[in-house]
Structure formats: structure tokens, C-alpha cells
């Protein structure tokens, strides 16, 4: 397991050596939606910096939750979720008379988030109804699309996301719960920008929203 991996599921793993914690496990549908910011181009020159794009819809997907409540007002979780989203891409080929060809291509790339979030709940534990707010890191996964003129591979970018929730007891060991989160992070696969001030392409700004049940214990 990589070092960044163990940082992120470090401080849920110290808190399982915590006596008289409540545990959940949840599961869900995941919808996130893209900053449609430009990504660069691939062309090593004459490109544009608007060449490459993910298409700015939501997308579904599924999500995991694992989190550790303490008796009061607080809780940790880690989460993982898995998207497929569409990404654009142009193509610019020239040939020996300097006539340049484009071609714009549409591939469907797998986005997946490993989450860390701190939970401050607005209601104690116990209580049937528990709205609440979250602060947490994110790592960001995206796959590379399957284009033969695509040589920059998956791209993996950090940062972090804030939130809130609310988890409705159902029964004694079951529950829903809704989340809504913005995720802050890197711009992916560092591609080539007309200026290149902007070649590390700043930060990403993506949402996401997920509904599911899970089980308490």
C-alpha cells in the first residue's frame, strides 16, 4: 500500500482503538459533476488550451462510507466512489503542406475519490434524525482514455472537500442518508497550456451528491 493511502486512512484506523464507538457502513448512488474548466492540449504546439475538456454534466456512479461516531456531537469516515465521466478531445495532425487536420474525440473516463472527512453533527448520538456539516481531504483518481494519440496516462491530483449531510434512522440498525460535497483539487494530467505560467492548470472545483442506506452497529 502507498504511503499517501496510509496517510489518508490513518486517522480512522487510530480511532478503532477507541472504546464505545458506534460503527456504520453505507452504501449509495453518487452523482458528481465536473468542472468544465480547459485541461490544456496534447499537441506539443499550435494547440488550444480548450483541447481537451470533461463535459460538465453529472454522472452516476456508486459510493462507500465507513465511519466511526464518538458518544457526542462528532464522527470520521472514509469514503470511496466511482464515476464514469466524458472526456473531450481534440486531435490536430498537418501534413507536408501545412494543411492541419482536427478531429474532435469523446471518451468515457473512470473518476474515482478516496475521501478523509471529520463530521460535526447537530444533534447528539442516539437521536433518530442527525443533520450535520463535514470538512476533509480528497484524492482524486482519473483513468486515461483509450485514444492511440493520448500519451499522458491516468492522473492522480490531491485536495479538499467540505459539505453537509443528514442520516434519518429507519430502524434499529438502519439508516438513510444524503450527502452534498464540494471537492477542491488539482487539475488533472498536466497537459500543455498556451501560457505556460498555466501548465500546472490550478485547481479543479467538482460537486457531488450521494443517497444510500446503511447499517449500524
Not at 463535459?55 to 472514509?78: A, F, P, Q
Request: charged fraction near 20%; glycine fraction near 10%.
Amino acid at each position: 500500500m502507498k504511503i499517501s493511502t496510509l496517510l489518508l486512512f490513518a486517522p480512522f484506523l487510530i480511532c478503532a482503538t477507541v472504546s464505545a464507538q458506534k460503527y456504520e457502513v453505507s452504501v449509495g448512488a453518487n452523482l458528481i459533476r465536473l468542472d468544465g474548466k480547459p485541461l490544456g492540449s496534447i499537441a506539443t504546439s499550435g494547440g488550444s488550451d480548450n483541447d481537451t475538456f470533461f463535459k460538465k454534466v453529472s454522472v452516476e456512479g456508486g459510493s462507500l462510507r465507513l465511519t466511526l461516531n464518538t458518544k457526542g456531537y462528532y464522527g470520521h469516515e472514509i469514503g470511496y466512489s466511482y464515476n464514469r465521466s466524458m472526456l473531450n478531445i481534440v486531435t490536430r495532425v498537418t501534413d507536408e503542406d501545412d494543411n492541419e487536420t482536427v478531429t474532435h474525440h469523446q471518451r468515457k473516463v473512470p473518476v474515482k475519490q478516496f475521501t478523509y472527512n471529520f463530521l460535526m453533527y447537530m444533534m447528539p448520538a442516539g437521536e433518530r434524525i442527525r443533520p450535520y456539516i463535514t470538512v476533509g481531504a480528497t484524492v482524486q483518481d482519473y483513468g486515461a482514455p483509450s485514444l492511440d494519440e493520448w500519451t499522458h496516462g491516468s492522473s492522480r491530483n490531491y485536495g479538499g472537500n467540505i459539505g453537509a449531510g443528514i442520516k434519518i434512522r429507519l430502524f434499529p440498525h438502519a439508516q438513510f442518508r444524503l450527502d452534498l460535497r464540494q471537492h477542491f483539487v488539482g487539475t488533472p494530467y498536466d497537459l500543455t497550456y498556451k501560457d505556460q505560467q498555466k501548465l500546472s492548470g490550478g485547481v479543479m472545483k467538482n460537486s457531488s451528491v450521494s443517497a444510500g442506506f446503511g447499517i449500524t452497529f
